[in-house]
């Protein structure tokens, strides 16, 4: 699933546009050692993933968990996915427009 995250602190991460992925579809194949964690002070709760040679934003790749979000644009190549929603669409700037049709919530999408 791809969605949109429009709350500050994803943009501000350069991270809103999101790809959740199956821990057991994700397949290290080198780098991991250069991902560093940055874990946000309460009450955020979810860390950030950062790549310490370029500065990508990974999203939660480090994750533990059976399904995390993982920065879009951190992937090559064509997902073959549309974007499936968008969220906390309250806290979108002025200055974006959402030009798709996917669904838009005030906060995490229910299915989430």
Not at 10 to 36: P, Y
Request: proline share 5%; hydrophobic share 35%; charged share 20%.
């Amino acid at each position: 699933m791809v969605g949109t995250c429009h709350c500050a602190r994803c943009r501000k991460v350069g991270a809103s546009t999101i790809a959740f992925v199956s821990k057991g579809d994700l397949k290290w194949v080198a780098g991991r050692e250069q991902v560093q964690l940055y874990q946000p002070q309460a009450p955020y709760i979810y860390g950030r993933c950062f790549c310490k040679i370029c500065g990508s934003s990974l999203g939660e790749i480090l994750s533990e968990e059976d399904s995390f979000p993982i920065a879009a644009n951190a992937l090559d190549g064509n997902l073959g996915l549309k974007n499936q929603s968008h969220e906390f669409v309250g806290e979108k700037p002025s200055w974006y427009e959402i030009c798709d049709d996917a669904p838009q919530n005030v906060g995490h999408p229910e299915s989430a």
